[in-house]
């Protein structure tokens, strides 16, 4: 029987989430870097990607929240706290990163969280071996998006590359995580539904 401390904890986190200038204890990515000139196209489709991935990280904080609530062992719980709380520093580095292209986060991002939420609870519930697949074959796929994005980034577009860049390497380190904690592989017909989803999510946050 879940915890009703554990629910009032996720309530919380979920309005901070959404609500809340994330923050960060590592330097954001890039820095130090200069400002290059972005013509508009480039300045657009910067801020429409880097929109795309402030709600890929809204959607993995609500992921590892559910997936958490629903953990049955400790050891789980606390990897997927610690994942949590890295996709929060993503959080913060794409969040400032749009506000410096003098762009907006996705108007949707309260559907996108209670969405995500709702399937993090939905896996952890069949089980920590699921669960934990469930987070491997997300990073997977993520770690494929932002490998996307990085070939269509304008290439003078440095501080935006040197973010993704370190998210791609923080999301591979999440998976391998997951799976050493016992992860166990999702069939293909789940990874497959995933995808669509996951280009669904993409595509509509790219525009709103």
Not at 19 to 48: F, H, I, W, Y
Not at 51 to 61: D, K, L, P, T, W
Not at 94 to 109: C, D, F, H, Q, W
Not at 157 to 176: F, G, Y
């Amino acid at each position: 029987m879940l915890n009703i401390d554990k629910f009032i904890i996720g309530f919380d986190n979920a309005l901070r989430t959404l609500t809340v200038p994330a923050q960060t204890l590592r330097t954001v990515p890039g820095k130090n870097l200069s400002e290059n000139d972005l013509t508009d196209d480039e300045k657009n489709e910067s801020c429409a990607l880097m929109r795309v991935n402030h709600v890929g990280e809204i959607c993995a904080q609500a992921l590892y929240q559910g997936q958490a609530l629903t953990a049955r062992n400790q050891k789980v719980q606390n990897a997927l706290t610690q994942a949590a709380r890295e996709e929060t520093e993503h959080l913060a580095w794409t969040e400032r990163r749009i506000a410096e292209l003098g762009g907006r986060k996705s108007l949707l991002n309260p559907i996108w969280y209670g969405g995500s939420f709702t399937i993090g609870l939905a896996a952890g519930l069949l089980g920590d071996k699921w669960n934990l697949g469930f987070l491997a074959e997300t990073e997977h796929q993520v770690e494929t998006h932002l490998a996307e994005h990085l070939q269509r980034l304008p290439r003078q577009d440095l501080k935006s590359r040197a973010i993704v860049e370190q998210m791609k390497i923080d999301e591979a380190n999440h998976a391998t995580m997951a799976l050493s904690h016992g992860g166990k592989e999702l069939p293909l017909p789940v990874k497959l539904l995933m995808k669509m989803s996951s280009k669904v999510m993409t595509q509509t946050a790219y525009w709103v």
